[in-house]
């Protein structure tokens, strides 16, 4: 069998950390004898981790990463923490508005000689999630793959920096057509090296889970309720759905309830809107629930209004359940929906949100037509994972 790296931050409750489970639960380890990093060995998720993808110890340099500096000197981390002060200062001269993505590359770059090198050779490492440094230079593989879930078109990198690690990938994966586009679009040298793998979705394990029963006070059959599942941050723009919600109770909608599940750095900031719009009865974030699928079915229409996704798995999540879909216009949103069809897209304006919203809800025929749609189809797509087994084929000699 052939030695397999795979590497991950967590396994906290998140989109990427979802597909990346189902693939773990569909592999096929007959061919490779699989072994799983985690920076953090933390999330509700580990205990779903199948027990034939040997979990690996932690490593506590590499934890530092989502650490505060006051946590990696607390730590002892003082090459590290010093580290950090210099990627922290270096962003003072950035003048791009979202410094999420840039700030965690500098991070790795003022950090990476400080982590240590991994001892063991594989026959392929598998880095699937950005940024990819760990793999890309820690580790000494035969053939090395890099994944890609987000929309780069949307964020901030530097160039330069990104393709010195890209270049030392043999192939990097992309879970849909449109962000292989925006990725192409960004770094047009490296085409040749890309390959498209859907996030692995389990139907049949979706709707098992979607059973579990819903506690009484959530959905309330009075009111029309509408559904998010995301982390609370900035590319979600549940900041937009709180204005929207205010919208749709201007125009006489109040029965009109909006639910959110999930957690991240914007959940006070949310919460002072919410407030400073009186609606704390109507608009509820429910925090981290590891299971959402009750509420998906339990929902009368699931919303995605993000500003930017790679292919966001709530919304695949959603159509296996057959709910009525209602999506933004960002970029790669019609690699996942097609208008009318399976779904509506919508513009991301807070007044075509609200407008669509009322739309649906007035008209119980057209929600019913996109429910059936899905309801129609099979959405188990495990067949995907052979375009990776096709990949993992080692050509090269040992990366020094």
Known sequence: MKKLLISSFDMEVGGVERSLLSMLNNFDYNQFDVELFLFSQTGDFLELLPPKATLLDEIVEYKTVRQSIKEVFKANQWFIGISRVLAKF?????????????QTQLIWKFCLPFFPQVPKEYDVAISYLWPHDYVATKVKAKLKIAWIHTDY?????????????????????SISDDCSRAFVNKYPSLQKKLTVVENI????????MSLEKLPSYVFNKE????LSVGRL??????DKAVKTLDLVHQKGYTYIKWFVIGYGPDEEKLKKLITKYKLEKSFILLGKINNPYPYMKGCDLYVQPSRYEGKAVTVSEAKILAKPILVTNYPTAASQITDGVDGIICESSI???AQNIIGLYENKEQRQDLSYFCHKQDYNNTNELKKLYTLMNPTKELVK
């Open 90 to 102: 270096s962003m003072l001269f950035s003048k791009v508005k979202e410094k999420d993505y840039l």
């Open 153 to 173: 078109s949307a964020i901030s990198t530097d160039i330069k920096s990104d393709l010195i690690m890209w270049d030392k990938f043999d192939h990097i994966i």
């Open 201 to 208: 979705t389990s139907p049949d394990f979706i709707k098992t």
């Open 223 to 226: 009111c029309f309720t509408l």
């Open 233 to 238: 941050c900035h590319p979600k723009a549940f």
């Open 351 to 353: 007044e075509k949100i």
